[in-house]
């Protein structure tokens, strides 16, 4: 596992155009594709995409942001619980979506780390 940072123009370029790359997914994973593209730093690393990624569900699930305390109102605001579980769940498949094949491996073995419950089995349908 690298703990290097990597630079995320590419990352943030994909994560925006994942919409139109043929996508039929849920308009949720869109829109936050679209959001955790304007959150990301210049470089991260595999931990910081995830605590980016949980940073930004949090201030969806409050409607405020955790930095500037400005009201957010998008459409990730006031969604399910469930819905937000699933998109923290669904960040693995994303990463392997738009992050360099190591990088989005080390996101995965994170993630399956700090699930109490072992690895999961991740679906490619949200």
Do not use: W
Request: proline content about 4%; some cysteine; glycine content about 6%.
């Amino acid at each position: 596992m690298s703990l290097e940072a990597i630079s995320t123009t590419g990352i943030k370029e994909k994560l925006r155009e994942l919409r139109y790359d043929g996508g039929k997914g849920p308009e949720i994973i869109y829109t936050f594709s679209e959001n955790l593209a304007e959150r990301l730093n210049c470089e991260i690393t595999p931990s910081g995409f995830i605590a980016t990624a949980a940073m930004l569900i949090r201030d969806s699930m409050t409607g405020i942001h955790h930095y500037t305390k400005e009201v957010i109102n998008n459409k990730l605001t006031g969604l399910n619980h469930h819905d937000y579980v699933a998109l923290s769940e669904y960040l693995p498949i994303l990463a392997e979506q738009v992050c360099p094949e190591d990088f989005a491996k080390d996101v995965l073995d994170l993630s399956e780390r700090k699930n109490l419950y072992g690895p999961r089995k991740l679906s490619r349908k949200f």
